[in-house]
T-cell receptor
């Protein structure tokens, strides 16, 4: 079967750094996505990793280790607007089918 | 430019009734996806369209669920004889590459 694990909820302080982990066990792998979803809104794309290593995009970075089945999303200089759920999803070999984690709800406190 | 739109945004229906959910993808996007999101759960894949054809219907939970897409554009997801366990947010996404663009969803409540 397919399995993606993320922490259910995390709390961090405004201005700080937080790392959201995602581990996966899937029948195939063609890349890993991170999406952000504010409450009651549509998920929006943050990052896509297909090769091992760190991809940096402004305050957000995403890391992938294929051998370990592990990824993390790193958020720096946290702002109150970063309070949202962060969804990890693995793209299977089919090139269209995404398997989604349940998401990590991130709460930012002043 | 216009993003993915879905209608209605909210739907309350009685158990046993049929409902139809609509998705308007981004113009030019050939791929279209339907997902279901229940509280505290990950997105559950329902069906994938490439153009008007659906090469993968494996995620449809039962034969009460069906979907079609016409003109390579608008898609409708139909749920017949709704049950309370069908209550969820139904999300539609479209893509022209790997990144999927999501609509705001339809919140379905079956009473």
């Amino acid at each position: 079967g397919q399995n993606i694990d993320q922490p259910t909820e995390m709390t961090a302080t405004e201005g700080a750094i937080v790392q959201i982990n995602c581990t996966y066990q899937t029948s195939g792998f063609n890349g890993l996505f991170w999406y952000q979803q504010h409450a009651g809104e549509a998920p929006t794309f943050l990052s896509y990793n297909v090769l091992d290593g760190l991809e940096e995009k402004g305050r957000f970075s995403s890391f992938l280790s294929r051998s370990k089945g592990y990824s993390y999303l790193l958020l720096k200089e946290l702002q109150m607007k970063d309070s949202a759920s962060y969804l990890c999803a693995v793209l299977l070999d089919s090139n269209y089918q995404l398997i989604w984690g349940a998401g990590t709800k991130l709460i930012i406190k002043p | 430019g216009a993003g993915v739109s879905q209608s209605p945004s909210n739907k309350v229906t009685e158990k046993g009734k049929d409902v139809e959910l609509r998705c308007d993808p981004i113009s030019g996007h050939t791929a279209l996806y339907w997902y279901r999101q229940s509280l505290g759960q990950g997105l559950e894949f329902l069906i994938y369209f490439q153009g008007n054809s659906a090469p993968d219907k494996s995620g449809l939970p039962s034969d009460r669920f069906s979907a079609e897409r016409t003109g390579g554009s608008v898609s409708t997801l139909t749920i017949q004889r709704t049950q309370q366990e069908d209550s969820a947010v139904y999300l539609c996404a479209s893509s022209s590459g790997l990144e999927q663009y999501f609509g705001p969803g339809t919140r379905l409540t079956v009473t």
